[in-house]
Nanobody, 116 residues
């Protein structure tokens, strides 16, 4: 299984971005049964869990609750992170992680920069 995150960029505060995490090398049953997480890491800070998706349930970190949404498109083998009302403190490298059949898979991160 390989994961590729994309969709990052530079956006002004208050704007929106949608990140994608596309999985390859996985069949539908593997993809749909997996648990997915988005992380971010700001310069000089520890990696932070942004949110997770498992089955039909999502959870979010307090810093993004109400602004970010994780969703999944099984047919496209893609997990999304919709980010609204972005703040400068949301700046960082965002990475996706999948837990499929007892194994963790990480994707290369994508940079998100929010200007004030």
């Amino acid at each position: 299984v390989q994961l590729q995150a994309s969709g990052g960029g530079l956006v002004q505060a208050g704007g929106s971005l949608r990140l994608s995490c596309k999985a390859s090398g996985t069949i539908l049953s593997e993809f749909s049964s997996g648990a997915w997480e988005w992380y971010r890491q700001a310069p000089g800070k520890q990696r932070e869990l942004v949110g997770s998706l498992s089955g039909g349930s999502t959870t979010y970190g307090d810093a993004v609750k109400g602004r970010f949404t994780i969703s999944r498109d099984n047919a496209k083998r893609t997990v999304y992170l919709q980010m609204n009302s972005l703040k400068p403190e949301d700046t960082g490298v965002y990475s996706c992680k999948a837990f499929i059949y007892s194994r963790d898979y990480w994707g290369r991160g994508t940079q998100v920069t929010v200007s004030s």
